[in-house]
């Protein structure tokens, strides 16, 4: 039982290609019985034949890599165009070491730790491009004495 005008008919019916036709097993005879598209059209609405789903690509992989890249990986010579400014400005690059290492400072200042004349020496140094984070400025009040209780 040759069903390809048929598969071709019921293709144009269901606006897909002529892979993607379904047709029900049980249904051979009817479906070869019909011989017009409205008779197909009919064996559409009753459910004998039925386009296929795409087959598409699946998005699993992408989502595992933005997982990834979201937890900061990824991020290597490999994967990076533009130089190290054009990812980062300089002035960017700054704010972000700078920022943390006042905050730092004003609060040792607040709560005592440093006074103000060991704050201004300090500030002026991280100013200065001293000290690389919050660490290293810790660390250089431990080593030169200047903070009260010895620790952060």
């Known amino acids: ?10 293709a144009d019916v269901l606006g ?5 036709v ?7 005879e009817e479906v070869y019985e019909a011989v017009t598209k409205e008779d197909i059209r009919f064996l559409v609405n009753g459910g004998l034949i039925k386009a296929k789903q795409k087959k598409g690509i699946s998005r ?24 190290k400014y054009a ?7 700054w704010i972000r070491v700078i920022r943390p290492i006042r905050a730092s400072l004003r609060e040792m200042r607040e709560d005592g730790s440093i006074d ?3 704050y201004r020496e300090f500030y002026m140094l991280a100013k200065g491009g001293v000290f690389k984070d919050k660490t290293h400025l810790k660390a250089h009040l431990i080593s030169s004495g200047k903070m009260k209780g010895g620790k952060a």
């Open 1 to 10: 039982m040759d069903l390809r005008p048929k598969r071709r008919m019921a």
């Open 22 to 28: 379904y047709i029900d097993p049980s249904a051979m």
């Open 16 to 20: 897909c290609g002529v892979n993607r």
């Open 87 to 93: 990812r980062l400005t300089k002035k960017q690059r």
């Open 60 to 83: 699993g992989r992408a989502r595992h890599a933005a997982q990834q890249k979201k937890k900061g990986k990824r991020i290597g010579p490999g994967s990076r165009k533009g130089s």
């Open 116 to 118: 103000s004349s060991t």
